[in-house]
């Protein structure tokens, strides 16, 4: 059973009954879920996943002081502690993991400002271009079990893609590098005698490719280890996860090389047809710069638009 799976099991038999039970009043404030951190959260979780940090419990949200008080959130922290410390053969951690609590109780301000900077989910054309891709993944992953104000699920929905204009910026600044790294230099490098620049080329360019797929699917790219993973998982494109993963785990032998350039001008085309297809570009030219000016040109906010067209590409 998958992590999600678990952690819903162990809310609706522990932890629903202890809030009706126990904090009846907290009912219509509180939202519980699987989200944060973690293969679990992601729904990418096996066996190996269960060597650390993997446990039963779920994320217990409750609003700020305002609404809850210290004592009644302190006696809530008390009461999910004392829940069962075994379910479904896994043991509740003693120890928080690395980088603090995943579960338990959370203000819910408290966690998506220490994410994302913004309490309420509301964040500015800065913070959208800057914040890692990684750390927007994990605050819309998983799953919310139950929400009694909605106030989780409304913060939640504002943070689920990314607005137009920064979507266009981060495509065009993508678009661009993968001309230059995988089109371009990848062949120069190798020209030069320099077989571990080219290699560093291939990987530059799958990295931008990925993160142009992902964008193109409206979606954030997660961690780097789950990024594969992820991509196969995608509506749009999701076959070019084979490739790149191609590209960066072979060698670079002349006729490998002439092979790699290849497909690498084959996944520029993929690319360049849907953005084409979505309405993110017009231009008839097969150039990957081309359409990223296009794409960079379309950009509403005067500031955003007439920034460096590299400046959304992380």
Known sequence: MRGIDIARAYWEQYGLPMLREEFPGLLPLAAAGLTGPGSECFGFDDELSRDHDFEPGFCLFIPGEDTVDRRTAFLLERAYAKLPKTFM?????????????????????????????????????????????????????????????????????????????????????????????????????????????????????????????????????????????????????SLLAELLEYLVTTGNEPDIASEKQRVMEDIARDVIAEAVEQGLSRTDSDSLEAHARFINDAITDPALRNADVLAGAE
């Open 89 to 237: 053969g896994l043991q509740r951690g003693l120890i928080p993991p690395a980088g603090g609590p995943r579960r338990g109780v959370l203000r819910t301000g408290e966690y998506f400002a220490e994410k994302l900077g913004a309490p309420d989910g509301i964040l500015t054309l800065g913070q959208w271009m800057s914040l890692p891709e990684h750390a927007l993944a994990e605050a819309v992953n998983g799953a919310l079990f139950y929400d009694g104000s909605g106030e989780v699920t409304t913060i939640r929905d504002r943070l689920r893609r990314y607005p137009l204009d920064v979507r266009r910026k981060k495509l065009a600044g993508n678009m661009m590098l993968m001309a230059q790294s995988g089109l371009y230099n990848y062949a120069r490098c190798l020209g030069h005698g320099e077989a571990g620049a080219a290699q560093l080329a291939v990987i530059d360019f799958a990295d931008r490719a990925m993160a142009t797929v992902f964008l193109l699917n409206e979606t954030y790219r997660p961690f780097y280890k789950w990024r594969f993973r992820a991509m196969r998982r995608l509506t749009r494109l």
